[in-house]
């Protein structure tokens, strides 16, 4: 294994190591339903009832996912007066980390298909 492959790796695993808690957070098919309604929502964000009404779930349970979500840095909060609005940002977020360790997975797995590639040549 060359320097730039194990340099790859260590990438890799720090990249796993780091969004551990969000792949978790986004393996969930509730959380995935959420998370769906959340981008369909505006950037301003969306209350826990609505979410609950749109989901067809009860408000406990959509308010302990979002809490996960919120614990893994899926999604954001910010508080109104005593009323709390859920949504999805590109900022204070995991999605960025998670971009580019997917991005870092894909490009060495094309690395790979290139050098075996070329040794068949």
Not at 33 to 57: D, F, W, Y
């Amino acid at each position: 294994m060359d320097k730039e492959c194990q340099k790859r790796i260590a990438h890799i695993t720090s990249g796993f190591h780091t969004c551990k808690t969000a792949f978790t957070a986004i393996g969930d098919e509730t959380r995935q339903v959420i998370l769906l309604i959340l981008i369909q929502s505006e950037r301003s964000g969306i209350r826990v009832n609505e979410i609950a009404e749109r989901a067809h779930l009860t408000r406990p349970s959509v308010s302990h996912h979002l809490q996960i979500l919120k614990v893994a840095g899926i999604v954001d909060m910010r508080k109104e007066g005593t009323k709390n609005y859920y949504y999805i940002s590109a900022d204070n977020t995991q999605w960025k980390q998670v971009k580019q360790l997917i991005d870092l997975i894909y490009d060495s797995v094309i690395h790979l298909q290139k050098e075996e590639e070329e040794r068949h040549l």
